[in-house]
């Protein structure tokens, strides 16, 4: 479970919390990378498709 969903259920004995440089929203953030690879050039989308296919 994502810390900020266990800290939302206010835990007894939590006091605090501190959330850094995650993001607020994983759809949203899905949507940011998947637009900034569509702008990358040909051969670097290639590449980076086929390392993800090889797991690298």
Not at 13 to 39: Q, V, Y
Not at 42 to 49: A, C, I, R, Y
């Amino acid at each position: 479970m994502p810390t900020g969903a266990y800290a939302s259920r206010r835990p007894q004995g939590l006091k605090k919390i501190i959330i850094a440089s995650g993001p607020a929203s994983i759809p949203l953030c899905t949507e940011g990378c998947r637009e900034l690879l569509s702008k990358l050039p040909p051969g670097v989308h290639e590449t980076l498709k086929e390392c993800k296919h090889h797991g690298d």
